[in-house]
Nanobody, 120 residues
Framework: VQLQASGGGLVQPGGSLRLSCAAS????????MAWYRQAPGKQRELVAV???????SYADSVKGRFTISRDNAKNTVYLQMNSLKPEDTALYYC???????????????WGQGTLVTVSS
């Protein structure tokens, strides 16, 4: 099982970006999918999470600006980021709880990280 994240880049303050993360492999089921971020010198923090039932939750710092969504048919999670601020600059990682072939239950998987830089 692999998670492949994409969509990061350089954007001006107030701009938008859309991150994608696709899970691949012998996947039976995916439970929660989430985005985390880690800024230089800081700990990794949860940005947003969505459950298999479609419930969502956000960090206070991104509420009203970011939207997490998922396409279960494509095993993909998205993060639409609007009104970006310099403090949103970080490496963004996707995370998913996946039940795959050969596994006895759900396991936690991480993507490789995609860099988002918000700067003028």
């Amino acid at each position: 099982v692999q998670l492949q994240a994409s969509g990061g880049g350089l954007v001006q303050p107030g701009g938008s970006l859309r991150l994608s993360c696709a899970a691949s492999g012998s996947i039976f089921s995916i439970n929660a999918m989430a985005w985390y971020r880690q800024a230089p010198g800081k700990q990794r923090e949860l940005v947003a999470v969505t459950t298999s039932g479609g419930s969502t939750s956000y960090a206070d710092s991104v509420k009203g600006r970011f939207t997490i969504s998922r396409d279960n048919a494509k095993n993909t999670v998205y993060l639409q980021m609007n009104s970006l601020k310099p403090e949103d600059t970080a490496l963004y990682y996707c995370n998913a709880e996946i039940y795959s072939r050969g596994s006895s239950g759900y396991r936690n998987y991480w993507g490789q990280g995609t860099l988002v830089t918000v700067s003028s």
